[in-house]
C-alpha cells in the first residue's frame, strides 16, 4: 500500500470509530428528538400561520362587507337629502306661488277698491256740481239771454268738475 492509501484508511477507521462513539453516547437519538423537536416547532408554526391567514382573510371579509354596507348606506343617505332638497324646494315653490298669488289678489283688491273710490268721488262731485246747478238755476228763475247764460255756465262748471 502506498502512503496516500494508508491515510485514507485510517481517516476512514477514524470516522468509523467517531461515528461508532456517537451512537454509542447516543447522539443519534439527540440529534433525531433536535430534528423531530424542530420539525414540530415548524409544524406549529405553519399551523399558526395558516390560522393566521384564515383569520387575516375573514377580517378583510368583515372589512369588506362593511365597506359595502357603508356604501350603501352613505348612498341611500344621499338619495334622502336629495329626496328632501327636493321636498324643499317644491316646498319653497308652493309658498312663493302661494305669497305671489296673495300680494297680487291684495294688489288687484286695492286697485278695485281705489276705482271704486274714484268713481264714488266723481258721482259725489257730480252731485255737488248738480246740486249746486239746480240751486242756480231754481235760484235766479232768469229768462231770457240771462236764464240761457246761467244754465251755460252751470253745465260748464258741472263739465269741469266731472273732468
Known amino acids: 500500500m502506498n502512503e496516500m492509501s494508508l491515510a485514507e484508511l485510517w481517516v476512514a477507521v477514524a ?11 447516543g447522539a443519534h437519538r439527540a440529534i433525531g428528538s433536535a430534528l423531530d423537536s424542530r420539525g414540530q416547532r415548524i409544524a406549529a408554526e405553519l399551523e399558526e400561520a395558516r390560522r393566521l391567514k384564515e383569520e387575516a382573510q375573514k377580517l378583510v371579509a368583515e372589512f369588506k362587507r362593511k365597506q ?13 337629502a336629495k329626496a328632501e332638497a327636493e321636498r324643499l324646494a317644491s316646498e319653497a315653490k308652493a309658498k312663493l306661488e ?3 298669488t296673495r300680494r297680487t289678489k291684495m294688489a288687484e283688491d286695492k286697485i278695485a277698491q281705489a276705482e271704486l ?17 239746480a240751486e242756480v238755476l231754481l235760484g235766479s228763475a ?20 266731472l273732468n
Open 15 to 25: 470516522f468509523l470509530l467517531f461515528v461508532g462513539i456517537l451512537i454509542y453516547v
Open 68 to 80: 359595502r354596507e357603508a356604501e350603501a348606506e352613505a348612498e341611500s343617505i344621499v338619495t334622502a
Open 98 to 100: 302661494d305669497f305671489v
Open 117 to 133: 273710490q274714484a268713481v264714488a268721488d266723481v258721482k259725489a262731485i257730480a252731485a255737488d256740481a248738480a246740486a249746486k246747478a
Open 142 to 161: 232768469a229768462r231770457g239771454d240771462v236764464g240761457d247764460r246761467l244754465i251755460s255756465n252751470a253745465i260748464g262748471e258741472v263739465k269741469t268738475k
